[in-house]
């Protein structure tokens, strides 16, 4: 980059979140904001979590739940994501997940020799949810919430959002990987793509938006001997089959972008087409490594300070 920048990097959320300002200056307050912000989110979103929102309306399918209206916004957007997407990006595949075995905390998760039989909620059992501004949620029964397809990038166009109101400078936020560019001052920021934080990285240049990586390389797990991965296609239950390992795009906000991503690694074979008639740009890493290109993907950089997208 042709600026120096200050950095900031914690665990929140069961993830690595990484703060980039350009006024070293503000790196505290961008600190602070973000972790205030993933504390609400993990505080209402959780699935992991007893005492959260989400949790008590997966406790109670099928009636009202009065919840933080920080929720009903979360699930307002999952659920857009799910129109845009006719259902492949689903907020419903909480119980699908449960039975996969991914059923706590990932980093907490131990390998079991069963395996439960796996219900789909249905492609279109999204729009049977019912949200009330004024902070209640209903979800259809027999059915949980899981925000994981959306919930990372929506935090981290919540933090860019507070950072363009309290920040002067332009300043980056990654949550897992999902990116967001607040304050865009015409300089770009260098982002290193890679499908896991030990794995060499692509540099892109990218001074605007949003970026977000979906891989089905990183959240893995064994059940009754056959391995796993977190990205559900909504249209069996089962995780997506692994034509495309990692797929990185780009969005006028995060949640644009992994909204791209994660439906693309459930489409298949049809991602590319299905990208371009949207004219997202998008990098493709397919199961045996061959990457391809969608759209005005930015052109690969030499190295330099980075901020990582890396599900």
Known sequence: M?????????????????VGVRDAA????????????????????????????????????GRWVEVDPLLVTAVEIAVDAARQTEGLV????????????????????????HQYPVETPGINAWRQIALDRSGRVRIPVCTALDLGATGKAWAADLVATAYERNLCGSAVISVGGDLRIANPDGTPWTVAVSERPDAEPTLVRLDSGGMATSSTQVRRWTRAGTRRHHVIDPRTGLPATERWRTVTATGPTCIAANTASTAAIVLGDAAPEWLAGRSVSARLVAHDGAVRPVGAWPAEVASAATTRSVA
């Open 26 to 61: 503000e790196l505290r307050l961008a600190r602070r904001i973000a972790a205030e912000t993933l504390v609400d989110v993990d505080e209402v979103c959780s699935r992991f979590r007893a005492d959260s929102d989400l949790s008590r309306v997966n406790a109670s399918p």
């Open 2 to 18: 042709s600026r120096t920048h200050s950095v900031a990097t914690f665990r929140a959320i069961g993830t690595t979140v990484y």
């Open 90 to 113: 689903h907020p419903l595949l909480g119980r699908p997940l449960v039975q996969l075995g991914y059923d706590q905390d990932f980093d907490e998760l131990v390998e079991v020799e």
